[in-house]
């Protein structure tokens, strides 16, 4: 008899909120992951950063698990297939897991626990992925938030009401683990991806100088000021509790980040509608012009903007895009050539090593103006002056698109004056 502990985006042996329940419990543990065929099936690119990231993290869990006599079961294949062979290998009585607030995530979920369930078998799912969930936070007639700024006063006095952040410490040696001997990981090609030759993944460690400073520092692409922790709490490599706790701590702007983190999976699980729709549904009718060959030039850095190409060829050879070009990029993108955010979003998507749904269609939103909270139509960021505030002397330019002061750079695919009137024509038109 045993209890599964099923990872999904809390891949990591410590504060992890499930696991620490599941050993608690009454039957020893045996930890489960499933390379899901939904998910992997549809990537198109088959050298993904992310993919090999999960499977080098399995790998060092596995390990780890092998240290206390245990080991982790890991198949690819759909849910449905793995879980009739977990039932047909194993006697099991009951599984934990944490939650995950994406709709395909919850759909799965809810499929799995139905199916658990009619097998005799208990389905207990916990809060780990953030600081505060679903309807922990709401104003005070019981409707979620729409805004920012209060919902974020709220999660402080909450945070305040509890304590702080708690811990869910996981007994490794000696831990109520299922003995057994070691199984096999699938291999990439297994499932028909490669391996990237440079994949450089960030540390997964808390520099706290940096987050001392990070108010400061922030805003500037050209300087190693933010974390680069993304991918680490998006696959729960780290846990959000034990960074929150370094941010409570030591600087309130680095604080407000995570919260925009929590607010975010707010909305998409109060709104799943988001995905695909605007969360401000009066912006419906902007007749997006979605210029393909536009596209293109957007997507391989060749706009004429050096800060827009520097961007976005950051993130076509790293995975990774700092904040501020983030919102430079997808602004450019909506505003100066008024392509539809769901294309910019899907192309993030398919790039981002810290990709998240919610956090992804919360930026996109925001920028294109449709979103909760969003920037105003009206504003609408000029890459140039952008540049000189935040990258003045061109170190991240320079990086990036060093030949942008010569004859190979192309000139500007639109001009910025022209593209902001067309704008705003656009959107004053639809608003009426
Ligand atoms: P830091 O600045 O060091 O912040 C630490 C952590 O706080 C981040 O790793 C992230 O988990 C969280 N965080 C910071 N800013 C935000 C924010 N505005 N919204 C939500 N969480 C935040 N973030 C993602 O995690 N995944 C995405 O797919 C994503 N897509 C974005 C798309 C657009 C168009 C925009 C404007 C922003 C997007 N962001 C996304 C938010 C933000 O840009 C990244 O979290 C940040 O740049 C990651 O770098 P970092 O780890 O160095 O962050």
Redesign the pocket.
């Known amino acids: 008899k045993v209890s599964i502990f099923w990872f999904r985006r809390d891949l990591r042996l410590v504060d992890n909120h499930g696991l620490s329940e599941a050993l608690k419990g009454e039957y020893p543990v045996l930890p489960l992951f499933i390379f899901d065929r939904a998910i992997l099936d549809d990537l198109e690119d088959k050298k993904d950063r992310r993919v090999q990231f999960i499977h080098e993290q399995i790998h060092t869990i596995k390990k780890e698990l092998e240290t206390y006599g245990s080991s982790l079961y890991v198949r690819y294949g759909t849910v449905e297939e793995v879980w009739s062979k977990v039932l047909e290998s194993y006697e099991v009585q009951e599984v934990y897991t944490n939650r995950d607030y994406e709709p395909y995530a919850k759909d799965r979920d809810a499929m799995v626990s139905e199916f658990l369930q009619s097998e005799g078998i208990t389905f207990k799912d916990f809060k780990d992925q953030c600081i505060f969930e679903r309807d922990e936070i709401l104003k005070d007639d019981g409707d979620p938030y729409m805004v920012f700024t209060p919902y974020s006063r709220k999660w402080k006095t909450k945070l305040e009401e509890q304590g702080g952040f708690p811990t869910y410490p996981v007994q490794g040696e000696g831990g109520n683990w299922f003995h057994t001997s070691s199984l096999a990981i699938p291999s990439l090609e297994d499932m028909g991806f490669e391996a990237c030759e440079e994949p450089d993944f960030?540390a997964n460690y808390i520099y706290r100088d940096l987050i001392e400073t990070?108010d400061k520092t922030?805003d500037y692409p050209g300087q190693h000021g933010?974390?680069?922790?993304?991918?680490h709490?998006?696959f729960g490599t780290m846990s959000i509790r034990s960074?929150a706790r370094a941010a409570k701590e030591l600087n309130g702007t680095?604080l407000n980040?995570?919260i925009?983190?929590d607010?975010?999976m707010m909305i998409l699980h109060h709104f799943p509608k988001v995905v695909n729709e605007n969360f401000n549904s009066k912006y419906d009718k902007i007749p997006w012009r979605n210029n393909e060959e536009e596209f293109e030039k957007w997507k391989e850095g060749k706009t004429g903007y050096p800060i827009v190409d520097a961007g976005m060829r950051e993130l076509n050879t790293t995975g990774?895009?700092?904040?501020r070009v983030?919102?430079i990029?997808?602004s450019f993108l909506t505003k100066h050539l008024l392509i539809d955010w769901r294309w910019?979003?899907a192309y993030?998507?398919s790039k981002?090593l810290?990709?998240?749904?919610?956090?992804?269609n919360?930026?996109?939103q925001?920028?294109a103006s449709t979103g909760t909270d969003a920037q105003p139509y009206f504003r609408i960021f000029n890459p140039y002056s952008q540049t000189d505030k935040f990258d003045k002397d061109k170190t991240y330019i320079k990086k990036w698109v060093p030949e942008f002061e010569t004859e190979d750079y192309p000139e500007p695919m639109v001009d910025h004056k022209e593209a902001r009137e067309r704008c705003l024509a656009v959107f004053k038109d639809v608003l009426g």
């Open positions: 960030p990070y922030r933010t974390t680069h922790l993304g991918v709490l998006r960074l680095f980040e995570l925009w983190r607010f975010y990774y895009m700092h904040n983030r919102m990029t997808a910019g979003e993030f998507a981002l810290d990709y998240d749904l919610s956090a992804n919360g930026g996109w925001w920028a």
